[in-house]
């Protein structure tokens, strides 16, 4: 029986992304909810400033005590008081007088300015005024910045360093958002070592579970990386099943090839929830996807070479793991640019040869890094760029104009 037509990218994604479901939102402490979108509008409790205050260090005045102030006619007036930030005691000023004020200090009843402490003597029984402000200069009035009621986020808008100290500042110690997903990254093969431990004659470093954990916490997941399984089924379904109860998302790497050894294709094809098929892509050809468990974890079964594993995180799960999230849009942003030198490809497969992107003024190029072998990790490290070549596209010439996917900018 002939193998079956295999997938598109597009129609692998597809099937990904219908069984993939947003996470239950709940409220998460503010530092937690960094990168996260929030599921619904935010109303501001309170005005900023809630309550009007100065915007310098000086002196509380009726301004029409000082309007005439100027250094050849300076302005005398007694200090009766002063306030300080956070000092809860209220103040009401008298004309003729002044009121030595901190910033952010609250205004006193009946002032209508601010004279900055270095248009004075700084003086502490009495004041000289040599400089006249304007009428309301220097005071912060409360409700200026935000008014309580005001929708200070949106429904979908993501939380940066900003919106956190805008939150913070009305007072909001949690935010509902989604979470985070739990991700388990496990690696298979008995040639595996972990890095640091002597290598063998016949034995490798376990780079993928390193770069596919850094990988999905650089998208916003929690990353929980797993010591390589060796080639045996039984032990790495015992392994995969002590994983799930911290598992929102599994991701596995090698064993789903054709060989007699790949043990995560024997392991999981007998539960009749995993499916194995080719997608039209290189790297990056053998793919699976399905749940496992009780509660239907979505697992993504990707091939064993670095740059193959790499590719595939990035064009399949990164977008689950953003749905998950509340994230948009799913898929990264293309740009476009010109290759600097020709390049070749395996006709009826979308071609992801790594890159380098360099933006210029009148047009950005992209030049290929590294060889196209899936194992080349040298390669890939220097790239910060997929170049994109279509499915009917063999060859492209040095200038052509091409699709570009750029894996250091957030979406």
Do not use: W
């Not at 979470?179 to 972990?194: A, F």
């Amino acid at each position: 029986m002939p193998d079956p037509e295999p997938l598109s990218v597009d129609e692998h994604l597809a099937l990904i992304l219908d069984r993939i479901h947003e996470l239950p939102a709940y409220d998460q402490p503010l530092l937690e909810t960094l990168g996260l979108p929030v599921v619904a509008d935010i109303i501001s409790p309170l005005s900023l400033p809630n309550f009007d205050n100065s915007a310098m260090d000086g002196y509380a005045v009726v301004f029409r005590d000082v309007a005439a102030a100027t250094p050849a006619n300076p302005v005398h007036l007694p200090v009766v008081g002063e306030i300080a930030a956070g000092q809860t005691k209220i103040f009401a000023i008298s004309p003729g007088t002044a009121v030595r004020i901190m910033t952010g200090a609250p205004i006193p009843a009946g002032c209508d300015a601010v004279v900055p402490v270095e248009h004075t003597d700084n003086g502490v029984a009495k004041v000289l005024i040599s400089q006249a402000p304007t009428e309301g200069q220097h005071i912060r009035r409360a409700g200026e910045d935000v008014r309580a009621g005001d929708v200070i986020l949106k429904a979908g808008d993501r939380i940066d360093a900003r919106k956190v100290g805008l939150l913070a500042s009305v007072g909001l110690g949690r935010v509902a958002t989604r979470p985070r997903p739990r991700v388990v990254i496990m690696s298979t093969g008995s040639e595996l070592v972990e890095p640091g431990d002597t290598l063998g004659r016949d034995s490798i470093y376990d780079s993928n579970s390193y770069l596919l954990a850094a990988t999905a916490k650089h998208a916003g997941a929690i990353a929980y990386r797993v010591s390589a399984a060796p080639d045996d089924p039984a032990t790495f379904t015992e392994a995969l099943s002590d994983q799930l109860v911290r598992a929102d998302l599994v991701v596995t790497s090698g064993g789903v090839s054709k060989g007699t050894h790949d043990v995560v294709k024997e392991a999981l094809a007998k539960l009749g929830t995993v499916s194995f098929h080719e997608v039209a892509m290189q790297p990056g050809k053998p793919q699976g996807f399905g749940v496992i468990g009780e509660d239907s974890t979505p697992i993504f079964t990707l091939p064993g070479n670095p740059v193959s594993a790499y590719v595939s995180f990035e064009l399949f799960v990164v977008p689950a793991l953003r749905k998950m999230m509340g994230r948009t849009p799913l898929n990264r942003t293309l740009v476009r640019a010109q290759l600097t030198t020709p390049v070749t490809s395996m006709k009826g497969r979308r071609q992801y040869l790594r890159g380098v992107f360099e933006p210029k003024v009148g047009g950005s190029t992209v030049t290929p890094a590294g060889g196209a072998g899936s194992h080349l990790l040298g390669g890939l490290s220097q790239a910060n760029a997929l170049i994109i070549l279509g499915e009917d596209v063999t060859s492209a010439q040095a200038g052509t104009d091409v699709p570009v996917m750029l894996l250091d900018r957030d979406y």
